[in-house]
């Protein structure tokens, strides 16, 4: 399997690495990524949102990665060893990326279990960056931020190895203020983008938001 390709955002080639690297021990294990919301796996609303905004798409995920077959994504494991949380899926992204698209400076990283990601993730992150003259960029909705759904330059692969390995940093947000960080804001009406399923009640809660708002 290959990397999806597609078009790229703002003439800024940028990688997607969706990160299914978790146990979801809160939803009752598996893949939570394959809970339906709206009549499609969470999994499904991702790629569908988030591939076409980005040079090329692949999967972060440990374990069999058969499992993934029918997303026709690429799917990359850790290089850190004992689930070293989402840190370690963004650098097994920006390594994969450094490796094998030399062109592509950066990548942008999204969990697997935010159902109403925006289609406009990737531009509006970059823009961020851009007028903040920022390292990086977040996305924050409401005033809460998201570490995890940032903008990354494969630059600093060297720099998140050494935290991960010599350093021992676990948090996104711990690592990320090391830099300069510009913030992409959403609203959280009429639907929180950044809504994430953790646990059967989120499950639910989608749902309903996707019942009410068929364009979410």
Not at 168 to 193: Q, T
């Amino acid at each position: 399997m290959s990397a999806r390709n597609a078009t790229p955002t703002a003439n800024l080639p940028t990688l997607g690495v969706v990160l299914a690297g978790g146990r979801a021990r809160r939803a009752g294990g598996g893949d939570k990524s394959r809970i339906l919301v709206g009549g499609s796996s969470i999994l499904e609303r991702v790629i569908s949102r988030i591939g076409t905004q980005c040079a090329g798409l692949i999967l972060n995920a440990n374990g069999n990665a058969a499992r993934f077959a029918d997303t026709h994504l690429l799917v990359v494991p850790d290089s850190v060893p004992h689930y070293a949380g989402p840190l370690a899926g963004i650098l097994a992204g920006l390594d994969w990326a450094a490796a094998h698209a030399p062109k592509t400076q950066w990548i942008v990283s999204v969990p697997s279990d935010c159902p109403f990601l925006p289609r406009n993730l990737v531009e509006r992150l970059h823009q961020a960056r851009i007028e903040a003259a920022a390292d990086l960029a977040c996305s924050e909705s409401g005033g809460q931020r998201h570490p995890v759904i940032a903008l990354w330059p494969v630059t600093l692969r060297e720099d998140l190895r050494r935290a991960l390995t010599i350093e021992g940093i676990r948090k996104v947000d711990e690592w990320a203020a090391r830099y300069r960080v510009g913030i992409a804001n959403w609203p959280r009406e009429p639907v929180d983008p950044f809504f994430n399923v953790n646990t059967p009640d989120d499950t639910a809660a989608a749902e309903r938001m996707a019942a009410r708002h068929a364009d979410a």
